[in-house]
């Protein structure tokens, strides 16, 4: 399943060599359209040329259109790509700051590169510009950075916005670019008709242009009918990738390993109870949370558990271990990392740490201490929790 991870499949010198030819071929297909002319960039601001916008526009549109069929038809996981977290109101701020240089000088700082590339001596002034301000905002940044770091939300989509599905989601997107491709080419011919006597309509005069929007409507229409995999269809297509970690007992850890890892201040432990809210009450770890299965088909709670910064921890325990075998798969296919099943649950607990004491005291057995594990051999577990950051492909065009 994409996507794939180039440097482990290449090695970095493949990898490298792959991305420069991306790269390259981004530039060159940059400068094949025109963008590294600032006068053909500028000019759309005047609506006499709206070639910018419309190239943007089916850009967008096809990518969107290829990554949610892909992802529904279980050929991409979407959780892997990279979203860039949103600051609303300083994004917002930036967007029109960035607008007004565009207008102003004709490119915008990947245009820049691109015109610097062939030459341009604009487009070095530009880039040089773009650099210079990059320096001057970070010396600055402290200044405003309370504005700059609010109104956050990490991997915040159109779809969580709108409150609707992604199909419903891609198919307005489908919409709304095709009508504004459609008045950016009207307009465009308003302008380029205006004083020479040829009649304007708003009559679609150009065939393929109406056989494309038909083909990019019908792909968004079974975008939404199809839908996006549940993490019980992902876990049938992606079980080969995973079942190796479960049928080693990888991510089965002892509770002494728990224990450790509970008391280590670096680590942000997230411990999820699948056991019935009645032995949750009668008993459980402290900090822990009970929930049930149902719980971690919701995306909008399994989220912030995907978002874990790279320190933090999942722990799961239940009565039996074919529950929290199957709570690990609703949650590793949903993009969660570091994810861990507590071994037998807490049938071992009382039985581990029931008669132990710290300085003639007993326990907490809800949350034993670090001491505890003094009165243990050291080879009374393996440990096997290794913390990893989530590997995101995402790209990036400014």
């Known amino acids: 399943m994409l996507p794939i991870d180039i440097i482990t499949e290449l090695g970095k010198s493949g990898g490298y060599a792959v991305f420069v030819l991306i790269g390259a071929g981004f530039g060159i297909a940059l400068e094949l359209a025109g963008f590294g002319d600032s006068r053909r960039l500028a000019v759309q601001f005047y609506f006499k040329n709206m070639t910018v916008l419309k190239t943007m526009f089916t850009g967008i549109l096809v990518a969107c259109l290829l990554i949610f069929l892909s992802a529904g038809l279980g050929w991409l996981d979407f959780s892997q790509l990279a979203v860039n977290q949103t600051f609303l109101w300083p994004g917002i701020v930036g967007g029109l700051i960035m607008g007004v240089g565009f207008i102003v000088g004709g490119y915008c700082p990947g245009t820049s590169l691109v015109a610097t590339a062939s030459f341009k001596i604009d487009g070095l002034f530009f880039l040089v510009g773009t650099i210079v301000g990059a320096g001057l905002f970070g010396e600055s940044l402290p200044s405003f950075e309370t504005f700059w770091n609010s109104s956050f939300t990490d991997r915040y989509l159109v779809s969580d916005w709108l409150g609707l599905s992604i199909g419903a989601t891609v198919f307005i997107v489908t919409i709304f670019a095709l009508v504004m491709f459609y008045i950016a080419e009207k307009v465009e011919e308003f302008f380029k008709y205006k004083d020479t006597g040829k009649a304007w309509s708003w009559k679609i005069t150009k065939r393929p242009y109406l056989y494309g929007a038909v083909v990019l409507v019908a792909v968004a229409i079974l ?91 999942v722990i799961l325990l239940a009565d039996n271990d074919s529950i929290s075998i199957k709570a690990w798969q609703y949650l590793k296919v949903q993009g969660v990392v570091n994810l861990y099943i507590l071994e037998n649950g807490l049938h071992d607990w009382n039985k581990l740490f029931a008669d132990k004491k710290i300085h ?39």
Not at 228 to 241: G, L, T
Not at 295 to 307: E, M
Not at 370 to 395: C, H, M, N, T
Request: proline fraction near 8%.
């Open 223 to 313: 975008i939404w009918s199809v839908g996006q995999p549940d993490p019980i269809r992902k876990w049938k297509i992606m079980e080969s990738k995973y079942s190796g970690q479960l049928a080693t007992r990888a991510v089965f850890i002892h509770p002494l390993e728990y224990v450790k890892t509970n008391n280590e201040s670096t680590i942000k432990l997230i411990t999820l109870d699948l056991r019935s809210n009645k032995d949750y009450e009668t008993f459980h770890l402290k900090g822990s949370e009970n929930v049930n299965l149902d719980d971690l088909l919701n995306a909008k709670f399994v989220a912030p558990l995907a978002q874990l910064p790279p320190q933090g921890v």
């Open 360 to 398: 003639e005291k007993d326990i907490n057995l809800a949350s034993p201490p670090a001491e505890v594990l003094q009165l243990f051999p050291k080879d009374a577990y393996i440990p096997k929790i290794k913390i990893g950051s989530k590997k995101r492909a995402g790209g990036l065009c400014s």
